[in-house]
């Protein structure tokens, strides 16, 4: 079963090498206005966002965001943005008292601009361009958020580079659907076969190099490095430990 919005949701890949061709204004225009059409908590639009194309900003994003090379090489950078400086102000000229202090406010917003970015990736991609998501941005909040002038209560929840692909299609497998749809109750059965396949074929597309790990409890054997070394390694140190405090200092306390 497929229709030709399901076959272009097929095509995507995180693109990282881009041509120089700059992307016009009314496209961009385009592709912000669709993002706008997704769902949105009762419809408050708790988001906003930054489009860089200035060649010496977007030098600096690509310092802070882990000094990834495509910041500097694609004609536009977008710092998407969880933001609820509109509502703030709403409550201000309709004088109410605005509790930003709550973690579900938070989330709230930061669903909110989710929905958006990814829906306008995808009227981006329907259109023949290319993108990746930054999650870099949050290395250095707070000096993102004074190179782009945010404004308390908008706090960057991940950047985008978004151009014309230079790159040839790379689309990388996702997790046999058993292992993420469970009907009726959530259902770990299944889930070590999912992961131990899943694993094999993420080295199978050689994006890990042949790389070799020991293997857990065998003292002098190796194993293929896969998506389970990868991914444990990612989620086993402390990351961005200084979120908390900019998120907070931001207006959005995580109560
Ligand atoms: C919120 C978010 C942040 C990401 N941050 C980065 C990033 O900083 N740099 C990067 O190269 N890719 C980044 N990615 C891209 C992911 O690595 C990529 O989506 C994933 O490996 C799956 O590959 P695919 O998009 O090509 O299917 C990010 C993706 C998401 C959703």
Known sequence: MTTPTIEQIYKHYSVRSYKTDPVPREMVETIVAAGQRASTSSNMQLYSVV???EQATRDRLAELC???AHIRQAPLFLAWCADVSMVHRACELRQHQHVASSMENFLVAAVDVALLMQTATLAAESLGLGMCYIGGIRNNPQEVIDLL???KYVMPISGMT???PDAEPNIRPRLPLDAILHWEKHDTAHEDR???TYDRTMVETGIYDGRQVPVPGKEGEMEEYGWLEHT?????RPNRVHLRKVIENQGFALE
């Open 66 to 68: 882990g000094d990834q």
């Open 194 to 196: 999912a992961l131990h």
């Open 232 to 236: 444990a390694r990612r989620v086993s």
């Open 51 to 53: 489009a860089v194309s």
């Open 149 to 151: 002038h945010l404004p």
């Open 162 to 164: 978004l151009g014309w």
